[in-house]
Each structure stands twice: as structure tokens, then as C-alpha cells.
């Protein structure tokens, strides 16, 4: 299994990313996010699922849809839901917004796949 397709098999079906950053150690593939940055975001997500479950529950709908649509980025789908996550909790983001933002991905008709 590739890093991506093992960053994905965590992100879709929801594993704790710090699991993924020990299972990657032995990899000789560089991932997209430092170790830091992935426990961050598994924070992020944990927090997210505790005070808002609908947003949490949500996001991951956004995230279903997408693969299903499948409009020829793959690789991309797992990456910006982390980068999303990341932008909670920062900056007067609320995570209500976010989750919204998100979910416009779903209104945006790509043209280039």
C-alpha cells in the first residue's frame, strides 16, 4: 500500500491519524503534512466531534460525496479535508463555518479532469 492510499484508508474511514504518523515512519515515501501538523489535526477533529457532532458528522458526508462524484483528483479528496480541519479552531474560524465552506466544494464544477 502506497503512503496515499494509507493516508486515505485513515482519513475516510476515520483512524487516529497518530497511528497513520507511526505507520509512515517505516515508509520511504514523504507525506503531505509533517507528524505535528497530522496530531494537530486528529486534535482538531477529536475536539470538533466532542463540542459539534453535526459539523463532525458533516464533514465527513462532504468528504463521502466528493469520492463519489469523483471527478478525477483523488489523491487531492483526503489532503483538503485535512487542510480544512486545520483551518478550525484558528484565526475566528468557527468550525460551523468550515464545515459550510466545505461543503461548497460540492457546488464547484470542475472542468480540467
Known sequence: MTLIELFTDYVVNRKDLREYVELR???RERGEFSDETLVHAQESLERLKLE???EY???YVTLKEIF???RGHKVEYPIDFIKEVLKMYHHGHSAHDIAQEYNE???HHFHDA
Open 57 to 59: 458528522e458533516a464533514m
Open 25 to 27: 515512519q517505516n515508509m
Open 68 to 70: 463519489t462524484l469523483d
Open 105 to 107: 466544494v460540492l457546488k
Open 52 to 54: 459539534n457532532n453535526s
